[in-house]
């Protein structure tokens, strides 16, 4: 028997894909550096494989079908670990709230857990109504071949890697840095689910600015059998060398709960994160919305400023690629 089986614990679907790109790093990687198996609930023969390990290990169990997996396995004596990387009760606050039925489904999964375990300690709170122990166990990066650190490229780039999660908050920010593309001659790089029309609506010449703000879309390659392989590598061909990567939330109480792998990832690159949350890391910078111009402009006109901020991510993110924490978690409940 297996030990541990990861498992994507929401619907498997191309309609509503926001959680995916989490789920590889919560999933997906875990199971190869741990040699587990990894799952996605609603392909043929998922539930099957994941009550063949000892652990059953659900990431946001926010469907039915994860629910009721989480329920078997603890008849059938398994050990159950949900993990969570965000507050799903609270994401009405950034977009379409998860479905009464959603929030149902997690909550059951959640009352079947042996352990609960989430990516940061301000996300504890949430669970702590559930039972059993809640556990911090924050996103891990296992750095290696193409997560080298370059030197920022000319002219400087501005990058936008959203992941779903940040569904509103963009047009609190575009004024800012709408005034910083006015001031210097920078190009941002919208990724997913990012806007164009709130960056340069109104800006002086706007079609030259439209070519400097380009929109992309990179969804994962072979999603349904977790190979992401190649958009990391999307991933890192934009970030890599960025000036800056952005990260924007409209203030509210979902901004504190997500986790920072967006800004983990940008970091492992020596790429600094301006954000809107109010709690983040060495190498990256919170500021208020009005404040973004004259933060990014301060960060492009004094080099050694960006150096000191590329550094200091670069150095919080090796702090964070070791798996020993998910090897201690699978021993405990075993």
């Given at each position: 028997m297996r030990r541990v089986c990861f498992v994507v614990g929401h619907d498997d679907s191309y309609d509503s894909p926001s959680d995916t790109p989490e789920a590889y790093w919560r999933v997906a990687l875990p199971a190869q550096h741990l040699g587990a198996q990894a799952a996605v609930l609603g392909i043929p023969g998922a539930e099957k494989r994941a009550l063949e390990a000892e652990v059953v290990w659900i990431?946001?169990?926010?469907?039915?079908?994860?629910?009721?997996?989480?329920?078997?396995?603890r008849r059938q004596g398994r050990a159950v670990i949900v993990d969570f990387s965000e507050d799903p009760w609270a994401r009405g606050e950034i977009g379409r709230p998860y479905a009464p039925a959603r929030l149902a489904a997690a909550e059951r999964a959640l009352e079947a857990a042996t352990l609960i375990v989430v990516a940061h300690e301000r996300l504890a709170s949430v669970f702590h109504g559930f039972g059993p122990r809640v556990q911090v166990l924050r996103p891990v990066i296992p750095l290696g071949a193409g997560w080298e650190v370059q030197e920022p490229s000319l002219p400087p780039r501005l990058v936008w890697w959203c992941d779903g999660r940040q569904r509103r908050g963009f047009e609190d920010v575009a004024p800012g840095i709408r005034r910083a593309m006015e001031a210097t001659a920078i190009r941002v790089a919208h990724v997913q689910f990012a806007h164009q029309q709130p960056l340069v609506a109104g800006i002086a010449g706007r079609e030259e600015a439209k070519e400097r703000a380009s929109r992309l879309s990179s969804y994962f390659a072979n999603d349904r059998d977790l190979s992401a392989e190649a958009n990391m590598r999307i991933f890192r061909g934009i970030l890599a060398g960025a000036a800056l990567s952005l990260e924007c939330?409209?203030?509210?109480?979902?901004?504190?709960?997500?986790?920072?792998?967006?800004?983990?990832?940008?970091?492992?690159?020596?790429?600094?994160?301006?954000?809107?949350?109010?709690?983040?890391?060495e190498g990256a910078l919170s500021a208020a919305p009005e404040e973004w111009a004259d933060t990014i402009l301060s960060i492009l006109e004094d080099p050694a400023l960006r150096q000191d901020l590329s550094q200091a991510a670069r150095a919080w993110a090796e702090t964070r690629t070791s798996y020993s924490a998910y090897h201690a978690t699978i021993e405990e409940v075993l």
């Open positions: 990431h946001q169990p926010t469907s039915f079908s994860a629910a009721a997996l989480a329920e078997q396995a939330y409209p203030a509210s109480s979902y901004r504190e709960s997500v986790s920072d792998l967006a800004i983990l990832r940008a970091a492992a690159l020596g790429v600094p994160t301006l954000t809107t949350r109010l709690h983040c890391p």
